[in-house]
Every structure is written in C-alpha cells, then in structure tokens.
C-alpha cells in the first residue's frame, strides 16, 4: 500500500480507545498509537467494537499505570463548588493561597475505596459496615452505635436519614481502613503514594460535624468521637487531640456526663439511647486519657470521673434492656460487684483506663507526703489496686486456649489482648521509675528509698516488661487481629526500653541473661517493624526512638538489617534532648507529642521567617497536682513481691568478664543509662532515611 493510501486509511480510522478515554488526539499509528507508546500501555487498535471503559480499565490494570481521574481538585470537590481544574494549582486555590492538590484514583475493583462519594453499591457499603462492627465495635469502648438500629436503617433505605451522613462517613471511613490491611498488596503503590482508602470520608465528615458544632446533636456526638479515633489511629495526631476536646465539651453541653435517676427496667428504645450515651461518654473519656497521656493540662477529666454507671453487657446493649444491677456498676463500686456483673469487658476496659491514667499522672508527681514505701502512700495503693484488680479477674477474661477462640468467635480477642497489654503496662508504667534514665519526677522518691523496695519494684517492672513480649509471641501466633490495637504497639515498644535497660544494668549481663533479652526483644521489633499490624503510622518514630538504645547498649545486631547506611559512624546517629517544656517528659510516640510536630511542621511550612523554638531547650516537668490517695481497699495489706535472688555485689566488667562475656572496655552502663534518661522519657531523632521498613524481624 501507498504512503498516500495509508494516509487515507488512518484518516478513516477511529481513535484507540485509550485515547477516547483520555480525550486526546490520537495519531492512529499502526500497529500502535505513539500515545499509548509514550503513556506506557497496550494500544487496543482502532475496533470500536473491542469494550468500552471496563475494556480501558483493564489495559491501564495490565500495564500496572494508574489511570488519573479527570476532575475537580480535592479541596473544590470537597466544598461542592466548580474547579477549573487547572495544573499544578487551579485558580480558586491559588487565590486562597492553600495547596491544590488532584487525587489520582486506581483503576480496577478498588476505584470506589478513594472516592469522596460513599459507595454505590450495596454490597460494597454493606461490607465496610459490617468490618466496622466486627473490627472497630468491639474495641475499648467504641461500641455505642446500636447495630441492630443501624443494620435496619440500611435495609429500610434510611440510613442516613436515621443516623447522618457524617456517622455513615466515618463507620465507612474505618471500615475502609481497616480492609486496607487485608488488601494492603493490591494497594502498595497507591499507600506508598500517601493515599489513604476511605479518607475523603472521614474528611467530609469532619468538616460537616465541625459547621454543625455550635448545634450538637447525639449522633453528631457519636461522629465526633469516632472521627477523633480515626484521626488519632491513621496518624492525624493533631486533629485527634483538637476534636476529643470538642467532643468532650459537647458531650457536657448535652449533659451526658450527669447521672440521671432510671426506672428499674427499661425498654428499647429508651434503653438503647441511654445505654449508647453512657458508652460515648465512657468512649470520650478513655480517648481523652490515651492522648493525654497523665498530663494534667491535656486532660479534660482529671479527678473529676464521670459518675455514670459503666457500660452494661453487650447482650443487655442488643437487646435494649438495662436491669437493675448494671445501674449500681460505677468505677467507685466497680470491683465490689459480683462476678457475672465484673465478666463485662467493657466495664474492666474502663476501670483499668481509669487506674492507668492516674499511675501517669502520678509519674509526673515529684512532691507526696509520705514516700513511695510506705504502705499508706498514694503510690503502693495503686499498685496494690491494679494488681488486686487483676487478681480477680473473671475467668471468661484471661488468655486461655479455649478462651481465645471463644473471643475469636465473639469478634473481642483485640480488646482482651489489650485488656491483659493495658494491666502489665500498667505496672511497669508505675515501677519503671525505680530504674536508672528513667528520670520522671516522681523517680526522685525513689532516690532514698531502702535498696530492697528499690528492687523490688525493678524486679516487678521487669518482669510486666516481659509478659508484655509474651502476650506480643502470643497475639502473632493468632494471626495478628489479636493486635490490631494501636496500644499494643507501644505496649511493646515501651517494654523493650525495660528489658534493655535492666539487662544491663540490673543482672550480670551475661550470655544467658542477655539471649533472654534478645528473644524478648526480636518479638517486641516484629509487631513494631511488621506494617500489616495496624498499618502503624507512627512506626518510624517507634523504630527510631529503639535505635539509639540498642545500639549503645549492645543490643544493635537486634536492629532490622538495612538501619545502618554504610560509612555512617556512630556519632553521626548521637540524640541530643530536644524536648520542650511542656512535653511533660513524653516520649516521641505519645499522640500530644506526635501532635506538636505536626503543627510545628505546617507552620515552619507556612511561615519561613517565623521563629521556631529553639530544639535544644531542656524539658522541664511542669508541677501537678498530687493524687489524693485510692481509698479502694484500703484496708487489705500490700502485697509485696516475693525477694528477688541475691545478686553479686560485682562491678559490672567483673560481672562481664565472670560470665566469659565482653563488650568493650571501659563500658558502663549504669552511667550510660543515666545519660541517655533523655531517649527513654523525652524525644528521639528522626529515623535515618535508609530504614527498611519491609524487612521482617525474627
């Protein structure tokens, strides 16, 4: 054929389908377009009859390129107003002088996970909301949402008539979330792209809740809360810490912290609306303490608990009846109960929320009438009630084989796993200050304490440190959904700072008792260093805050391979304090400290020139309130830990060289411990940018 008649031809021809899709000039080359060369996918040809736009979607799945929509910019589509849809900035945001940015969607099954319309389809909508109630519902005291009420309202078609659309955003919102992790592979490129399935919902109804903020509602509440805890598991510590405040003062306006007089027995759907109000505010109040992490300015209940009875038992929520004796289960009567009424998971997951807040904000105490070895002392009632606590937990809560099945079933493994994490936390949060770099204002109580006390409480520490490990080797042989609670990670990455730290400081070092410490810590770094448990934003912070500490202390070959960037010496990953003084001596993983960053970096973004406080400011503890002592139990002996075995007064190379054992000369790790006090309760360095965050660890 002439050059002149395939000219001809090609007129004739009609654009490439690809082409079509993208509305582009097609050159109709044969055998392919140049613009399918160049976009680097499979030219279909020119057969108008070969598909339409699932044909399209496949070609784009088949070369593995993402197909970018063809749209509105996010912030113009988020406000419902007309973009120009102008690259890099269209002009509305330019004028706002705020970033424009285009969200690029997958193609394939997956497109409807990053839109900012809910789903469609049925089956889709369908799914998330039952990942939310299998998933979401059972952890701590997340389950204030009737199912039975929203399921219903599903299938009559008035779901968001019933509930708002904000509610049905966010549940989606974690529903999407959530199934992220069982699809993570399917989405490597678009997570490693910053794009979060689900989050233009949890966006949308965050914005909608906050317009409506001056007239709250209950199930405006309920969004608030729930958007809080997303904002605060996906990272966005600082909206988390912004919106559990407004939630806890909207739930006051609607006065859902004052305990009202009930019937003896209720019926639905009274019942329902008074039990999912209890559980909100019970809900708000166990948020507020984990972002506040016992400092008193960043709580907004202190001494203060709320009065209202804790929640009532699942089966009571489904069914929409409260008896009688659930109305009497409040924290001040809480272990006084009988048994069937103390089975009730949400009620221990409170009541330990409630001890464990008042051990951290006890830490931050450096003045008490009486030292912490006296039996009357604030500080041996509260252990002495934790562990009492715990000493009677029913046996439908421990961690046994069947146990665990029994709960797999019930859909609340995670939230016994963190009920057994948040008690040997507990504990250790509470003696750790008995150990040197531990340096919290309550450890100087311990500076003249008698040297059995002291050891005593190393010993006890030590040993929640390692039943942490424990329960970590025995949620990863489950699974992992037994782990999915954000807590159990820092759970973890606490307890190796412990077991670190003891080891070396503590015991002879040795061999033994050094393997001992490895294992405990290769568990611990295989939660934290694992993406797909709990796809943990703030993993790097975690690894980078172990660093440090594993290096110095001997520990580094537990380090996942790919940390050390060759011809990088030691001094170059030295950590100077950086923590100002109103970080209370939380650590770089805590969610108000997690929140600062990120405030600090958008306004270091924003404003240049601005002044930025200086990173080599000292911390300095602000000075709390002391905790009036827990009156619970009073009257029931301290119980003492049994006496630790006599160790050698030996000096620490002694001890080492003993044991055939050595590290170095000169080492001393006493004083390095009291050196690095900085890495254990204030802040770290960025993590190096060569981690490897897929390596596995054990």
């Known amino acids: ?47 108008t009859s070969t598909g339409g736009e699932l044909a399209v979607e496949r070609i784009y799945r088949e070369s593995s390129i993402e197909k970018r929509r063809v749209g509105s910019c996010n912030s113009c589509r988020r406000m419902k107003v007309k973009c120009d849809r102008l690259q890099p900035s269209c002009r509305r945001c330019r004028l706002r002088k705020q970033r424009c940015t285009y969200t690029s969607v997958p193609v394939g099954s997956y497109a409807w996970l990053f839109d900012d319309r809910l789903p469609e389809d049925p089956e ?30 599903l299938d009559q078609g ?28 399917n989405l490597r490129h678009h997570l490693a792209n910053g794009q979060i399935p689900g989050e233009l919902w949890a966006t949308n109804a965050r914005n909608a809740v906050l317009l409506d903020l001056a007239t709250p509602t209950l199930r405006s509440a309920m969004a608030m809360v729930l958007i809080a805890e997303y904002a605060a598991m996906s990272g966005r510590n600082a909206w988390g810490f912004l919106l559990v405040g407004s939630a806890a003062r909207v739930l006051r ?11 003896p027995t209720l019926a639905s759907p009274e019942a329902i609306e008074v039990e999912s109000s209890r559980r909100l505010l019970w809900a708000c109040y166990l948020l507020d303490a984990q972002i506040g992490s016992g400092v008193d300015k960043n709580l907004n209940w202190r001494d203060d608990v709320p009065q209202i009875p804790l929640p009532s038992p699942e089966e009571a929520f489904a069914c929409g009846t409260i008896s009688g004796p659930e109305e009497t289960a409040t924290l001040s009567s809480f272990t006084s109960l009988p048994e069937r009424i103390r089975v009730n998971l949400r009620a221990n997951l409170v009541y330990l929320g409630w001890l464990r807040s008042q051990i951290l904000r006890l830490n931050r105490v450096s003045e008490s009438a009486l030292p912490p ?42 939230a016994v796993f963190m009920l057994h994490f948040a008690y040997h936390s507990a504990v250790a949060d509470l003696t750790r200050v008995s150990l040197p770099g531990f340096e919290f204002p309550l450890s100087t109580l311990f500076k003249n304490a008698p040297p059995s006390f002291r050891r005593q409480c190393q010993e006890r520490c030590r040993h929640h440190a390692d039943e ?119 650590s770089q993983v805590a969610n108000f400290r997690q929140a600062l960053s990120e405030v600090q970096a958008q306004l270091k973004t924003s404003s240049p020139a601005a002044s930025q406080p200086s990173g080599n400011t000292p911390p ?16 029931v002996p301290i119980i003492q830990p049994p006496p630790p075995p006599e160790v050698p007064a030996l000096g620490m190379e002694v001890g080492l060289a003993a044991h055939g054992y050595h590290l170095g000369e000169d080492v001393n790790y006493m004083q390095l411990a009291e050196e690095m006090s900085n890495y254990m309760t204030w802040d770290f360095s960025e993590l190096p940018p060569w981690i490897d965050f897929d390596h596995q660890v054990g």
């Open 1 to 47: 054929m002439s050059d002149q008649a395939s000219s001809v031809a090609g007129q004739n021809r009609s654009a490439c389908l690809v082409c079509r899709s993208r509305k582009v000039k097609c050159g109709k080359e044969l055998p392919e377009c140049n613009s399918c060369r160049k976009l680097g996918v499979r030219c279909p040809g020119y057969d």
């Open 253 to 263: 306006l609607l006065e859902l912290d004052v305990p009202k007089t009930m019937e």
């Open 124 to 153: 889709n909508l369908l799914m998330l909301i039952n990942i939310f109630f299998d998933r979401i519902y059972p952890l701590r005291c997340l389950g204030f949402i009737h199912k039975p009420s929203f399921i219903h309202a």
């Open 620 to 635: 300095v503890a602000t000075q709390q309130t002391i905790i009036p002592a827990i009156t619970a139990h009073a009257s």
């Open 373 to 414: 070895w006296d039996e009357k002392s604030t500080y041996l009632q509260l252990l002495h009630t934790v562990e009492s606590w715990y000493d009677t937990l029913p046996g439908d809560l421990r961690l046994t084989d069947l146990n665990i099945y029994v709960h797999k079933e019930r859909n609340t493994l995670a």
């Open 158 to 185: 008035r779901l968001i008539e019933e509930f708002g659309e904000p509610l049905v955003q966010i549940v989606c919102a974690f529903g999407a979330f959530i199934h992220t992790k069982d699809i993570a592979d």
């Open 468 to 586: 942490v490990s424990k329960l970590v080797e025995l949620g990863l042989a489950t699974g992992g959904m037994a782990l999915e609670e954000q807590f159990c990670i820092t759970s973890a990455f606490e307890a190796t700072k412990i077991q670190v730290v003891h080891t070396t400081t503590q015991t002879l070092n040795g061999p033994e008792e050094r393997r001992r410490a490895a294992d405990q810590i290769a568990a611990n770094l295989k939660l934290i260093t694992t993406p797909k448990y709990g796809q943990n934003p703030r993993a790097r912070n975690y690894v980078s805050g172990l660093l440090p500490l594993l290096s110095k202390f001997g520990f580094q070959d537990l380090m996942p391979r790919s940390t050390q960037e060759p011809g990088v010496s030691d001094s170059e990953q030295e950590v100077e304090v950086v923590g100002p003084a109103d970080t209370n001596h939380l």
